[in-house]
């Protein structure tokens, strides 16, 4: 009798668990921690996920678009390069090499 009334509130305990991880990494998988210019028009930027794995997605200026122009609805992102949502700070895209392709769509 025991087991099977615990049995519920296990299964909800880790639901609940995995739920939250899994949304929490949804939101701070598309954050970019780094940008470097490969040349003038190729460009790296470093995401990491909720576990600390880093991820590299290579671009060119024509790969970036708008969250409106690529068609998606997602949160936490502001932009899309080379089909990846990604979101930069606004402060940090007018900053610097950034000036090139941050073109007004960041904020």
């Known amino acids: 009798m025991?087991?099977?009334s615990l049995?519920?509130?296990s299964g909800t305990a880790l639901l609940a668990a995995a739920g939250s991880?899994?949304?929490l990494n949804y939101c701070v998988t598309p954050y970019v921690h780094s940008i470097?210019?490969?040349d003038d028009s190729n460009y790296t930027a470093m995401t990491a996920?909720?576990?600390g794995m880093r991820t590299t997605t290579d671009f060119t200026l024509d790969q970036v678009m708008s969250l409106d122009a690529a068609k998606?609805?997602?949160p936490f992102a502001n932009f899309v390069a080379n089909g990846t949502p990604m979101y930069i700070h606004g402060e940090v895209s007018t900053a610097g090499a950034n000036d090139r392709w941050s073109g007004g769509w960041l904020e």
Do not use: K
């Open 49 to 51: 996920n909720l576990f």
């Open 2 to 4: 025991l087991l099977s």
């Open 72 to 74: 998606l609805n997602r």
């Open 21 to 23: 991880t899994v949304l």
């Open 36 to 38: 470097t210019t490969v």
């Open 7 to 9: 049995l519920p509130h």
